[in-house]
């Protein structure tokens, strides 16, 4: 029937005074109102939906429309309640796939994107305060294991420290662990090393280079709010070797030089 009302139209002109013709102006008369009412009441109830976050009653709701009264407002409308229906849609796929892969960090600014697009999902509003105190016991495990790892470092135990860091897992390692670890793991392998070769240095009369060696290490782990008394007295020995070597050149030197004005005076 789409149409037919302007071929009505036009039949009535030429026959006004058929009764046929009338009867059928009205009867397609009434059905364009009602299909306009149709219409009007379907994006009055599509708007109300999407303000409700209902999209796909949205949708269905302008899917009643006949083609016939299809207008671009409707479009516009249909657009926004299937580009929101699909955006919920996706999402609630990517929460499915995360919570059976337990792939959980990083979920909950999704799960609450979702929410923000549909509130009422119980199953989502339980998953969110799940979600939430899942956070705050692995905030404040990994707390402990921190604290703990710190305590270590205090004891200058930095391989139990970086086991201890070690044991937070990969998805919940921030750049505060991951610098404590690198600390640790530097601090370790210096301390191990000149525990190692600061004695041979000084037998090998290397007295400066291990100063330095060791003075850096001091200089570091000070920066780091530590101290190694160990390590401080090898330095004060260091330093007290090398000390004592220098005094006893000055009194070869000495003695050279004595020996040799003696040695001048007799030859004169």
């Not at 657009?79 to 337990?102: C, F, M, P, W, Y």
């Not at 044991?167 to 000149?194: F, H, M, V, W």
Request: hydrophobic share 40%; glycine share 2%; net charge negative.
């Amino acid at each position: 029937l789409s149409g037919l009302l302007t071929i009505v139209d036009e039949l009535l002109m030429l026959t006004p005074d058929s009764a046929d013709v009338i009867k059928l102006k009205t009867q397609l008369e009434k059905r364009e109102s009602d299909q306009l009412k149709a219409r009007d009441t379907a994006f009055e109830k599509a708007s109300e939906c999407i303000t409700q976050q209902q999209y796909a009653e949205a949708v269905a709701a302008l899917n009643t429309v006949s083609e016939e009264v299809w207008n671009d407002q409707l479009q516009e409308l249909k657009v926004k309640a299937s580009e929101l229906l699909g955006q919920l849609n996706t999402l609630r796929d990517q929460i499915n796939s995360a919570v059976n892969g337990n792939q959980l960090k990083d979920l909950l600014p999704v799960v609450r994107e979702c929410l923000a697009l549909k509130a009422d999902q119980d199953d989502l509003v339980k998953l969110q305060q799940d979600l939430i105190d899942r956070e705050a016991q692995m905030d404040a495990r990994n707390q402990q294991i921190i604290s703990q790892a710190q305590q270590y470092m205090q004891q200058l135990q930095f391989d139990a420290a970086v086991q201890t860091l070690n044991t937070i897992t990969p998805d919940y390692q921030t750049e505060t662990t991951n610098n404590l670890t690198q600390l640790a793991t530097r601090l370790s392998k210096q301390r191990q090393d000149l525990l190692s070769w600061v004695p041979t240095a000084l037998a090998n009369k290397r007295y400066q280079l291990a100063i330095e060696d060791i003075s850096h290490y001091l200089t570091e782990i000070t920066e780091a709010g530590l101290h190694d008394p160990q390590l401080q007295q090898m330095f004060v020995d260091a330093r007290n070797v090398e000390s004592a070597s220098i005094r006893k050149k000055k009194f070869i030197q000495l003695g050279v030089a004595a020996a040799g004005i003696v040695v001048a005076l007799i030859t004169g």
